[in-house]
């Protein structure tokens, strides 16, 4: 028998289990997600936490509140967020299934909405907060963070002005998720989580209510030291955690 045939034998048995393996591999992800959408029906929905923050965004004297909305693409109604006991991979892909959107409403019907995201694929916000008026112009400032449904634990935050009548971005820096408060998930109060009779698990009520305190707790990544300069905790270009004095006279609208 040829020797180089003898050789190459065992070669070719191997590289041919190799790629059977990974095609079988391929094959049992795709049965799984397809399986996984074809039982989209029988999930029990987690509505999801929506944010409220209350303060005067228009200078008008009056606090309005502010009210984080997730809808879905497919009928343009509110949707929930997440769903029980369901990997994050397959969350993802039926999250971007609905195509949702993000807004943040106010009950001050005169004020425009704050759009948030438009992408398809995000559970909402990871953060809202009033950060007061930074700038002494009257009006309180708003900061938000985008809860994208990715792998990236890269992100940005953006800070947010009431001005000539419509929403528009101050200053934005880059951030990492770990850097903001866990949300938690599930509970009956719109004010906190979601509507009411939307909710499949109270068992976590004690660590929720936790992770409420840890979030109201939260100071955020901004700070004001005087009019128009403000301190912010951001990721550097080296990947680093650093803080930084902003200017906003240099970013003014």
Request: proline share 2%; aromatic share 12%; hydrophobic share 35%.
């Amino acid at each position: 028998m040829n020797i180089r045939f003898i050789i190459l034998l065992p070669i070719l048995v191997l590289l041919f289990s190799c790629d059977y393996s990974i095609k079988k591999t391929r094959e049992q992800i795709t049965i799984s997600a397809n399986d996984t959408l074809k039982q989209d029906k029988k999930l029990k929905p987690v509505f999801g936490y929506r944010f409220i923050i209350s303060g005067d965004f228009d200078g008008d004297g009056k606090n309005e509140n502010l009210i984080e909305h997730f809808f879905s693409g497919i009928d343009n109604k509110e949707t929930n967020k997440f769903y029980e006991n369901l990997e994050y991979d397959d969350l993802v892909e039926l999250t971007m299934k609905k195509n949702p959107y993000s807004f943040v409403l106010s009950d001050n019907k005169s004020i425009d909405t704050l759009q948030i995201s438009s992408l398809g694929q995000l559970f909402g916000l990871s953060y809202l907060k009033n950060e007061g008026d930074l700038n002494d112009d009257g009006t309180d400032e708003v900061s938000y963070v985008v809860n994208f449904a990715d792998w990236s634990n890269l992100n940005t935050w953006h800070l947010m002005t009431y001005k000539n009548n419509k929403w528009q971005e101050l200053y934005s820096f880059p951030i990492w998720d770990w850097q903001l408060p866990n949300l938690p998930e599930t509970t009956n109060q719109y004010g906190l989580f979601g509507l009411d009779n939307k909710i499949v698990n109270s068992e976590d009520a004690i660590a929720n209510n936790e992770i409420v305190n840890e979030l109201k707790n939260f100071k955020g990544l901004v700070k004001k030291i005087k009019t128009n300069k403000i301190q912010v905790i951001y990721r550097n270009e080296e990947a680093d955690e650093d803080t930084i004095i902003v200017d906003l006279k240099k970013f003014k609208i």
